[in-house]
């Protein structure tokens, strides 16, 4: 099945007749079927007549560029036709922005649906595609429709607050700062075996960030779903290894279930730190973001650590502020800028003398 019954005949028609050789039986164009010597009919249909499909029975079916086939035609025809032979079904296309294809290929990729497991291709996987074609296509498209045609990414359009070039990247914290941990928490699972098919769930999003004259450089990010135990033992766990001079909880529901379990645990480890509350200032998240990292991005002041949460915090920085993509990790990392104070001192300052000591300024008066 291809979104039309013509787009399944310009992929397959000829192809089929030629796999099939001496296995078919008998053909007939006019119903694009092929019926094979041991009586097994293959037949090309398309999603914009799905009612041909009903009152059948499937052993398997593929569809092709389920993109751009309507959701409803695979739950409400085409999987009840599978049922009665306990068919199977392959769901294939190109990646068109963040739809019903995206949430199927996430749900199996994850192992949220454990009926479904996903795959993926790009064009440099296709040995019969020259490297010198998908090159020049690179020069001549836009990144956006380049990674989406090309390299098979799921790619909600944004409107491109964020650039790629100004993505920079450290190999080590920096010589002089502080840690400060931001905490966006989201809501919690119920127990640890849960799962769910909702993709759209946020996450919560532990930020380690140090702050210091050279900027910002982004450690680690934690991020998940997890029970409220594992949520305050996961911040715990950071603060342990970070040793921050604050931890900051974005102020909501979730964190107040989080700060009397976390009190509880500081109180049974003997491990003391300080807690602040979070807020957005009554501005509009996107203002916040902005405010708080474009420039910074945009001047190299925030530098990135590699790890294994960078492919999910630059997807949603490159895509914000599009509602079809999580920010959770972008809007954690944003609070740095209202959890962190910055300490001016002269760091090259001599201080051998009694008379010479590095000082911090005060707010108020400036000196």
């Given at each position: 099945?291809?979104?039309?019954?013509?787009?399944?005949?310009?992929?397959?028609?000829?192809?089929?007749?030629?796999?099939?050789?001496?296995?078919?039986?008998?053909?007939?164009?006019?119903?694009?079927?092929?019926?094979?010597?041991?009586?097994?009919?293959?037949?090309?249909?398309?999603?914009?007549?799905?009612?041909?499909?009903?009152?059948?029975?499937?052993?398997?079916?593929?569809?092709?560029?389920?993109?751009?086939?309507?959701?409803?035609?695979?739950?409400t025809i085409l999987l009840p036709a599978l049922s009665d032979l306990d068919g199977t079904a392959l769901f294939i296309g190109t990646p068109m922005g963040r739809n019903h294809f995206y949430?199927?290929?996430?749900?199996?990729?994850?192992?949220?649906?454990?009926?479904?497991?996903?795959?993926?291709?790009?064009?440099?996987?296709?040995?019969?595609?020259?490297?010198?074609?998908?090159?020049?296509?690179?020069?001549?498209?836009?990144?956006?429709?380049?990674?989406?045609?090309?390299?098979?990414?799921?790619?909600?359009?944004?409107?491109?607050?964020?650039?790629?070039?100004?993505?920079?990247?450290?190999?080590?914290?920096?010589?002089?700062?502080?840690?400060?941990?931001?905490?966006?928490?989201?809501?919690?699972?119920?127990?640890?075996q849960k799962q769910t098919k909702n993709t759209r769930l946020d996450e919560t999003a532990i930020v380690c960030c140090q702050v210091g004259p050279e900027g910002w450089y982004v450690g680690?990010?934690?991020?998940?779903?997890?029970?409220?135990?594992?949520?305050?033992?996961?911040?715990?766990?950071?603060?342990?290894?970070?040793?921050?001079?604050?931890?900051?909880?974005?102020?909501?529901?979730?964190?107040?279930a989080i700060i009397s379990p976390l009190q509880d645990k500081m109180r049974s480890t003997g491990r003391f730190f300080q807690i602040q509350l979070l807020t957005h200032g009554n501005q509009?998240?996107?203002?916040?973001?902005?405010?708080?990292?474009?420039?910074?991005?945009?001047?190299?002041?925030?530098?990135?650590?590699?790890?294994?949460?960078?492919?999910?915090?630059?997807?949603?920085?490159?895509?914000?502020?599009?509602?079809?993509?999580?920010?959770?990790?972008?809007?954690?990392?944003?609070?740095?800028?209202?959890?962190?104070?910055?300490?001016?001192?002269?760091?090259?300052?001599?201080?051998?003398?009694?008379?010479?000591?590095?000082?911090?300024?005060?707010?108020?008066?400036?000196?």
């Amino acid at each position: 099945m291809a979104p039309t019954q013509g787009q399944a005949r310009d992929i397959m028609w000829d192809l089929l007749i030629e796999l099939g050789g001496e296995l078919v039986k008998n053909t007939h164009v006019n119903n694009l079927t092929v019926t094979l010597i041991n009586n097994v009919t293959i037949a090309l249909k398309g999603a914009d007549r799905p009612q041909t499909m009903r009152g059948v029975s499937l052993w398997f079916i593929v569809l092709d560029e389920y993109a751009d086939i309507k959701p409803d035609v695979w739950e409400t025809i085409l999987l009840p036709a599978l049922s009665d032979l306990d068919g199977t079904a392959l769901f294939i296309g190109t990646p068109m922005g963040r739809n019903h294809f995206y949430e199927l290929y996430k749900a199996a990729e994850l192992g949220d649906d454990p009926d479904f497991v996903a795959y993926h291709y790009t064009s440099y996987d296709n040995p019969y595609l020259k490297r010198s074609t998908i090159a020049r296509a690179q020069k001549s498209m836009s990144s956006h429709n380049f990674r989406q045609e090309y390299l098979a990414s799921f790619e909600a359009l944004g409107s491109a607050l964020f650039e790629e070039d100004w993505v920079q990247w450290a190999e080590e914290p920096m010589a002089i700062g502080e840690w400060y941990i931001a905490v966006d928490p989201a809501g919690f699972e119920a127990h640890k075996q849960k799962q769910t098919k909702n993709t759209r769930l946020d996450e919560t999003a532990i930020v380690c960030c140090q702050v210091g004259p050279e900027g910002w450089y982004v450690g680690d990010i934690i991020h998940g779903r997890w029970t409220l135990d594992e949520t305050v033992d996961k911040i715990f766990s950071a603060v342990q290894k970070y040793k921050p001079l604050s931890v900051g909880i974005e102020k909501g529901i979730a964190q107040q279930a989080i700060i009397s379990p976390l009190q509880d645990k500081m109180r049974s480890t003997g491990r003391f730190f300080q807690i602040q509350l979070l807020t957005h200032g009554n501005q509009k998240k996107t203002d916040r973001v902005m405010w708080a990292l474009q420039g910074r991005f945009e001047h190299g002041m925030i530098k990135l650590a590699t790890g294994t949460w960078n492919a999910t915090f630059l997807d949603q920085l490159f895509q914000f502020p599009s509602p079809l993509t999580h920010d959770d990790l972008i809007d954690a990392l944003a609070y740095i800028d209202q959890l962190a104070t910055e300490t001016y001192v002269d760091y090259d300052m001599d201080i051998d003398t009694a008379d010479d000591w590095a000082v911090e300024m005060d707010d108020f008066s400036g000196y």
